[in-house]
């Protein structure tokens, strides 16, 4: 299996590297770098925005927390689907009309001023690195079980060296056919892994969704369609809430998606992406759930889970895999099984019981583009809050040359490729879809709140901004601090998501700060950007 993995390996990274050299000569400029000098068709759009959005959380992630958690998994997969419709009404026709590369651009259009621009960039590239770091650890993962001979950690930095060459050279456009490509796969990859689940089962879904209610374990009984297996306990429902209010807002402050807005021609071309986006990214979702239960009950949870007792031991190694054997000795043995290491590879694994190391190979290497993909629009969005927002915008004043602007944002791309390998490694025993449902949260709480005011409410102030970025921004990372997630079960915050207690303040402070400083300028930006945002007269195009 190794030679034919590292085939398929070599197969994808060398097609990529070829649409990379081919659209470099088309990103020398800042239009061409960071908005494919709006050349993007509304269905390429629809394809791009699935594929930055079909991560490796969705596919490694989720499948591993439906095969554990059942219907509590599939919610994971609900919040990002339905969090297409806040896109869809709220974000995508007013951003692309706006007529700008970032949506700091838009913000800082509306209110005028260098700590709202500076404030706006910090929030995204924490966004985005929560995100990158989700998406390495998944790579570090399926490399390390396929080629155990490279390892976890050169995995980490080969993935990382990639996504920069990616951006370094191809910017937007090559990235945007990357993600094209890597939709298809992936797609194609999860339909055909579906189809093989219910061809096990003789096409019989009743037979499928009984062997998934009736799941034994070491002749211990677990019903996988019923609710409770992830969010129980005291504050099960309370971590069910915040987890999607993170997902469902969340989507609509991600700084990679809301990017792919920016390079359409027209705004019905935005509509347009939104709606290809959503059928395709609803199929998959729907073919998660499929291998996840799949994945429970054709290679058993037995193969990618460890068994433990008490509830609270359960929550704490699901956050805490590297600590279990110290635990285990403490505890009896019963019918809990949870997730480990390598429990993000249920999908390869599932794909080895169905077909083959042939397979295996094959889905791995579906998985390893998927991240590349993903990695090099989050590298994109990180290099353009540096580079435009606070280099070119802050720092020279939107004076210099395009060539200087265009070089800040390639070395930046290079200083965030190596942040993210550092930080993969040190955290590469997280759940890769936990770690982007944080990040979700961050930008929920941070970005949504000043882009929805900024787009609709006439009043909405400087102060407000920076108060509503500040309080969402600062208490989404405290609470993630002193939360499950890094402190474990010495967790001062009980939830694993702070959405429910942080995107609240972030629009509580919002409004506090646009009623306590009124602000006579950004009111009178207001009409300027709405007619921007309903017509597109006078944006860029």
């Known amino acids: ?41 509304g269905v390429q759009n629809g394809w791009a925005i ?59 259009f509306r209110l005028r001023g260098r700590e709202v621009r500076a404030i706006a960039a910090i929030s995204t590239l924490a966004i985005t690195l929560f995100y990158m770091i989700a998406q390495m650890v998944g790579a570090g993962s399926v490399v390390d079980l396929l080629l155990p001979q490279v390892g976890y ?57 009984q062997a ?25 429902a309370l971590d069910l809430i915040s987890l999607s209010l993170a997902l469902i807002l969340g989507t609509a402050g991600l700084p990679h998606i809301l990017m792919r807005f920016f390079t359409v021609p027209t705004a019905k071309a935005a509509r347009s992406s939104v709606a290809w986006a959503m059928v395709l990214i609803g199929v998959f979702y729907l073919s998660t759930s499929v291998l996840g239960l799949g994945a429970a009950t054709i290679v058993g949870q037995e193969h990618i889970g460890k068994r433990v007792t008490d509830t609270q031991a359960i929550r704490y190694i699901i956050r805490h895999p590297a600590e279990q054997h110290d635990l285990n000795n403490d505890l009896r043995k019963n019918g809990y099984l949870v997730p480990v290491r390598n429990s993000n590879l249920a999908a390869p694994l599932l794909a080895n019981a169905l077909g083959g190391g042939l397979l295996t190979a094959f889905v791995s290497a579906v998985a390893f583009a998927t991240i590349l993909a993903v990695v090099a629009g989050l590298t994109i969005a990180a290099s353009s809050a540096f ?3 606070i280099w070119w915008n802050l720092v ?25 390998i550092v930080l993969s490694i040190g955290l590469r025993e997280q759940n890769v879809a936990f770690l982007v449902g944080l990040a979700f949260a961050v930008a929920a709480s941070a970005n949504v709140p000043a882009l ?6 006439k009043r909405f102030s400087r102060a407000g901004a920076i108060v509503g970025m500040l309080c969402g921004l600062v208490s989404s990372l405290a609470l993630i601090v002193v939360g499950p997630a890094v402190m474990g079960a010495h967790a001062l915050f009980p939830l694993d998501n702070p959405g429910i207690v942080s995107i609240p303040l972030g629009f509580i402070g919002a409004i506090a700060g646009t009623l306590l400083v009124r602000d006579p300028e950004s009111e009178a930006m207001y009409a300027q950007l709405h007619v921007r945002a309903e017509t597109g007269i006078g944006a860029e195009v």
């Open 1 to 41: 299996m190794t030679t034919q993995t590292l085939v398929m390996f070599g197969v994808f990274v060398a097609i990529t590297l070829v649409v990379t050299y081919w659209a470099a000569g088309q990103s020398s400029t800042g239009r061409g770098f960071y908005a494919a000098h709006r050349s993007i068709s």
């Open 50 to 108: 699935a594929g930055d959005y079909m991560s490796a959380a969705s596919f490694l992630g989720i499948t591993e927390l439906i095969a554990f958690g059942g219907f509590d998994g599939f919610m994971y997969a609900v919040g990002w689907l339905v969090a297409y419709l806040a896109v869809l009404f709220l974000i995508a026709e007013p951003l692309r009309n706006a007529g700008k590369y970032t949506i700091v651009d838009v913000i800082a």
């Open 153 to 209: 950690t050169p995995a980490i930095v080969i993935v990382g060296l990639l996504m920069v060459i990616y951006v370094l050279f191809g910017g937007m456009l090559a990235t945007t056919w990357v993600q094209i490509i890597k939709a298809a796969l992936l797609l194609f990859t999860a339909l055909m892994l579906s189809v093989l689940v219910l061809a096990h089962y003789g096409f019989s879904i009743a037979a499928f969704l």
């Open 212 to 236: 998934a209610a009736n799941l034994r374990v070491d002749h211990v009984a677990t019903n996988l369609l019923q609710p409770g297996a992830i969010f129980n306990g005291t504050h099960g």
């Open 387 to 389: 580079a435009h927002d």
């Open 396 to 420: 020279r004043n939107g004076a210099g040359e395009e060539q200087e602007y265009v070089f800040v944002a390639r070395l930046t791309a290079v200083v965030v490729g190596l942040l993210s």
């Open 452 to 457: 929805v005011f900024a787009l609709l409410w």
